[in-house]
């Protein structure tokens, strides 16, 4: 088993039962110049705060020690995902129902790979945005799964 997915196993039920809607979104254990980092991305409604990071990271801190892991020296880090984090789990897209979203096709469609509207959600093997139509209206817009190379949220300047 990877040392990421050994984490994930240990990390998930220690972060649910803090109660604190918090979920674990990833896990990586990379190199970066000499210095190994495991890092857990965390996120909850509302957005990530520097208390939940350091709630999360005093949970695990211990308990990773114990469990002795990872053998070499490494950096231990909890952080948010940042804003454009790929959406990928049906949590995901509940999650960020109604806030706008940047969809990527693998292949255009009216020649264009990037379409930018309001998360309806997915369901039934389809990603469902509404796009602005102008004069208060709106699109609705259908992507089967596998066309879709990518969703993350966007920010849209005024």
């Known amino acids: 088993m990877k040392i990421a997915e050994a984490v994930k196993e240990i990390a998930e039920p220690i972060i649910e039962g803090l109660n604190a809607g918090i979920e674990l979104i ?20 509302g957005g990530v705060s520097l208390d939940d990071c350091q709630l999360v990271s005093e949970a695990l801190n211990d308990i990773l020690d114990e469990k002795d892991i990872i053998k070499s020296k490494y950096i231990f880090e909890v952080s948010s995902p940042g804003i454009d984090r790929p959406l990928k789990t049906d949590r995901d897209f509940q999650r960020y129902k109604g806030e706008d979203v940047e969809v990527h096709l693998y292949v255009p469609v009216e020649n264009s790979k990037i379409f930018i509207g309001k998360l309806v959600g997915r369901e039934n093997s389809e990603i469902i945005i509404t796009e602005d139509a102008g004069k208060g209206k709106t699109t609705e817009r259908r992507f089967g799964v596998k066309e879709v190379s990518l969703v993350k949220r966007t920010i849209i300047w005024n």
């Open 26 to 45: 990833e896990v990586e254990y990379i190199k970066e110049g000499s210095d190994w980092y495991l890092r857990l991305y965390i996120d909850k409604q």
